[in-house]
């Protein structure tokens, strides 16, 4: 790392000296939201997000994601929501958290990162310290975002301002692991920066802090978390589809499989979201960059992308077996989301299986009780409900995505949604295997 400069320390003094550090958190959704909120406890916070609409509810202590309660936003004494850039001014923390998707060609999409850092650097002061919390390959803060900011601000990188990098970890859905019981990976860019990073974060992390040498090792740490998790789901998905096509049940034998005390326990299922169909090929990317083409990663990422289409596949087939006209079939999917108990639906695999049941003539009925949205509600190809509909006449139900709420329903109420006879699709088990018709 470098050494601290003359003007840092006297920056760092002067910053932790009368008055509280200022954090200017940028991006307000999944990940942004608990750390204002969590930040905004204790410190002077100003929460940014270019939507209006957000901002608004926001201010009116509502989140249409439902992570955050009303409760969580009355904790808050120091915490102000805008879209006003000009209320960033005079921070001395930005955090960026910001998505980076990849394209078409499925190669990292970096533009609205810099279009944050762009921001960031058109209203920061000298000393102050940005922090990345997006998902990238590794050199991306020092070698793409920093001399991005050098160059819009005109500000000299470790001398007039400072980099760190503190991989998100949020699971969105999940009520157990949230931001404050998760250990925080941090880094900086500087010795003294990588202190504040992590002395900052130390201030909201009751589960603790893990800082590391340098940059480039928390943002490879944080790229493989999922590409880790991508290939072991991708090795279950290979499984089920062997033991399908044997007649085993695939659940039943990694039951009895995880008896062994060092089988590690993963299930075969639809990958989607934001984090795990996505981070591996930021690694690949830069893999490639570096001349090691990369085998295994790819492999996974293949297994894990044909799942909608074999699906689908598999229940037209079904469908045929029980002399069902599949042109005209009534088919209603339960859950869209990319998993359970959230609203999240990007990149979520159940589209996939949606167009290709409607490629081949079914009528597509939706229902998903956190996919509340505008978007949903006005698709042209397939009918949303927000609420349980009350129909009857399905020929194939398909339990896509188990959310607690479709669970406490029960089966008989689901099931009791389509035809007597009709098929029944538990992707992942969630009832009995015996009441399946299918399960992954």
């Known amino acids: 790392m470098n050494s601290v400069s003359r003007k840092e320390k006297f920056?760092?003094?002067?910053?932790?000296?009368?008055?509280?550090?200022?954090?200017?958190?940028?991006?307000?959704?999944?990940?942004?939201?608990?750390?204002?909120?969590?930040?905004?406890?204790?410190?002077?916070?100003?929460?940014?997000?270019?939507?209006?609409?957000?901002i608004d509810e926001l201010s009116d202590n509502f989140d249409r994601n439902h992570e955050a309660e009303r409760s969580d936003f009355n904790a808050t004494k120091l915490l102000s929501f805008t879209c006003d850039p000009s209320q960033l001014v005079g921070s001395d923390f930005y955090i960026i958290t910001v998505p980076t998707p990849v394209d078409k060609e499925k190669k990292p999409d970096l533009a609205m990162l810099l279009e944050d850092c762009k921001l960031v650097a058109n209203h920061i002061s000298e000393g102050a310290i940005i922090i990345v919390e997006s998902t990238v390959y590794p050199g991306v803060t020092e070698e793409i975002c920093a001399p991005f900011i050098e160059e819009v601000s005109g500000l000299k990188f470790n001398v007039d301002f400072f980099c760190g990098y503190s991989p998100e970890r949020i699971n969105p859905g999940d009520k157990e692991h949230v931001l404050e019981k998760i250990v925080k990976v941090t880094s900086g860019s500087t010795e003294q920066t990588a202190k504040q990073v992590d002395d900052l974060y130390s201030k909201i992390i009751s589960a603790g802090t893990h800082p590391v040498s340098s940059i480039k090792i928390a943002e490879a740490a944080k790229v493989i978390e999922n590409t880790q998790r991508d290939l072991n789901i991708a090795l279950m998905n290979e499984l089920s589809i062997i033991f399908n096509k044997l007649g085993i049940n695939t659940l039943e034998v990694l039951e009895a499989a995880e008896t062994k005390w060092n089988f590690l326990s993963f299930k075969p299922g639809l990958v989607g979201g934001h984090c795990i169909g996505v981070d591996p090929y930021y690694l690949t990317h830069l893999s490639e960059k570096v001349g090691v083409s990369p085998k295994v990663i790819l492999a996974g990422r293949k297994v894990n992308d044909s799942m909608g289409d074999y699906v689908s596949k598999h229940l037209l087939s079904t469908l045929k077996k029980k002399n069902t006209d599949v042109v005209g079939a009534n088919?209603?999917?339960?859950?869209?989301?990319?998993?359970?108990?959230?609203?999240?639906?990007?990149?979520?695999?159940?589209?996939?299986?949606?167009?290709?049941?409607?490629?081949?003539?079914?009528?597509?009925?939706v229902f998903d009780p956190h996919a509340k949205s505008l978007e949903l509600l006005e698709q042209k190809k397939f009918i949303f409900h927000e609420n349980?509909?009350?129909?009857?006449?399905?020929?194939?139900?398909?339990?896509?995505?188990?959310?607690?709420?479709?669970?406490?329903?029960?089966y008989k109420v689901l099931k009791g949604l389509g035809k007597p006879n009709c098929t029944f699709f538990d992707l992942k088990g969630a009832f009995d295997k015996n009441l399946s018709d299918f399960t992954l």
């Open 11 to 54: 920056v760092l003094k002067d910053t932790q000296s009368m008055r509280l550090e200022k954090i200017s958190i940028i991006g307000l959704g999944y990940v942004g939201l608990p750390l204002a909120l969590s930040f905004g406890k204790t410190l002077p916070v100003i929460g940014f997000d270019t939507n209006q609409n957000r």
């Open 331 to 365: 088919i209603l999917i339960l859950g869209l989301t990319f998993k359970e108990n959230c609203g999240d639906f990007r990149n979520s695999q159940v589209f996939g299986i949606i167009d290709c049941l409607i490629k081949e003539g079914a009528n597509v009925q």
């Open 388 to 410: 349980i509909p009350a129909i009857n006449d399905s020929d194939a139900i398909v339990l896509a995505v188990p959310h607690k709420v479709l669970l406490e329903m029960g």
